[in-house]
């Protein structure tokens, strides 16, 4: 197996794109190549989508004996993967349709069952009408056994179909993989490719991962469009990484945009410097996200040994935005102080019922914190009281002029 990273020289904006959380080794498609991976791998320059595209193609058309039968692409650093996998699927190059008879696109970067890959299989090499009555059985006793979706494996009497069809072809396959276990992809049929002229380009979607380096020089992170990320950064799964490296001690904004399937954005540990450093934090239309920061429970009990008022100082935040994010019940587990805080603006975040603490003193010096927000939520709003910092008039809240208190419709009855 090799390992494809793209090089760059300029910066993207990452757009309709996921990224990994394992660089290599710790996913795989078959035992035979459970194996760690080139330490370096293969590295070409490309500026965009198309030019990586350019640069994949010769690994692909190469099907000489020591050429390698799994690909696996990591993109830019981890980022933009799976939308460069999709460009060659949709679009392959005529040199790519003239060396394969069949190229398969395997999508489960959206991952719902071991069942559900074997059906886009099926769908890819146009066996579904024949094999609809066998899935629609196995569903049915399923379904009356109480087996969850997500829980449904693959048929096996359909594997042997698929074997029997794909041998006969010299194919290219073409996989995103979203869940986070291994996937043998010749339990679903997929023939030993070792011995044929086939080859598998992948990649594993996972959580959003980037080089270790960056970390500690990223100034400001922006993405949007991130249809199928559940987090920004998770904590590594890997014992052989050591979680102190990544903290991100110059981060000093946040803007997500358009990010759906966010469950949180980034966690944090003891070993926490981003609350530090962070000064701006824009979230905008990101329905799933539950809350912004999620905290290992050793780093709650340090901040309640350690703090007073048991609050996390965010000692440098100025500017928050949150709109439409209507799944959002609080940035972190803990209590929030942030006594440089600014500006507040919040749309749509009907489920959030409590406001960080800013200090009496904003009072005292005329420096209230101002807040753009509907009315109906701020009137909701929760209050610790002014001995933790945290009451209604350290804020000055405005609403739109074009406000209206709900009132309920009805109709007159006669």
């Known amino acids: 197996m090799t390992t494809l990273r793209a090089v760059m020289v300029v910066t993207v904006a990452l757009r309709d794109g996921t990224a ?13 190549w459970r194996q760690p991976c080139e330490k ?27 050429a390698p039968r799994f690909i696996y692409f990591e993109g830019w650093d981890g980022l933009g993967a799976s939308t460069v996998l999709r460009a060659i699927a949709e ?45 629609d059985r196995q569903d049915e ?60 380009l992948w990649t594993f979607r996972g959580w959003l991962r980037l080089n270790r380096e960056i970390p500690e020089k990223m100034e400001i992170f922006w993405a949007a ?5 559940r987090s920004i950064w998770s904590r590594p799964r890997n014992p052989r990484l050591d979680a102190s490296d990544l903290s991100f001690t110059q981060l000093r904004a946040i803007h ?44 709650l009990e340090k901040i309640e040994a350690l703090h007073e008022k048991c609050m996390l100082e965010f000692s440098n935040l100025k500017s928050l935005h949150l709109y439409e994010l209507q799944s959002l019940q609080q940035i972190c587990e803990a209590k929030m102080f942030a006594p440089k805080l600014e500006t507040i603006y919040i749309r749509g975040c009907w489920s959030l019922r409590h406001l960080l603490a800013t200090g009496s003193r904003c009072r005292e010096d005329g420096r209230l914190v101002a807040v753009d927000c509907e009315k109906d939520w701020w009137d909701k709003l929760e209050w610790d009281g002014m001995e933790s ?11 739109s002029k074009y406000y209206k208190r709900r009132h309920l419709r009805g109709t007159v009855l006669r």
Not at 41 to 64: C, K
Not at 141 to 152: A, H, K, L, M, Y
């Open 141 to 200: 006793e399923e379904d009356f056994s109480g087996v969850d979706q997500g829980s449904r494996a693959e048929i096996r009497d359909i594997t042997g179909v698929i074997g029997r069809y794909l041998v006969q072809y010299r194919c290219l396959v073409i996989f995103h993989n979203g869940s986070s276990n291994t996937v043998d992809l010749a339990s679903f049929g997929v023939p030993m490719l070792e011995l044929l002229d086939t080859k598998v």
């Open 225 to 229: 469009h991130l249809l199928m990320a």
């Open 40 to 66: 370096g791998g293969e590295r070409f320059l490309a500026f965009d989508i198309e030019t990586a595209v350019q640069q994949i193609a010769p690994f692909l058309e190469d099907t000489s004996n020591d």
């Open 256 to 299: 997500l945009h358009f990010c759906p399937r966010l469950g949180y954005v980034l966690p944090m540990a003891s070993n926490n410097t981003l609350s530090k450093v962070l000064e701006t934090l824009h979230i905008h239309c990101c329905g799933d996200l539950r809350q912004v920061f999620h905290m290992e429970q050793e780093f």
């Open 91 to 135: 679009q392959p190059a005529h040199s790519l349709r003239e060396k394969f008879e069949k190229i398969i696109h395997i999508d489960c970067s959206i991952w719902k069952s071991r069942r559900a890959l074997q059906r886009v299989i099926i769908d890819e090499i146009k066996l579904t009408q024949q094999l609809a009555a066998d899935f």
């Open 20 to 32: 990994l959380e394992y660089p290599c080794g710790e996913q795989g498609l078959s035992e035979w």
């Open 389 to 399: 910092g945290h009451h209604a008039t350290l804020f000055e809240p405005s609403h």
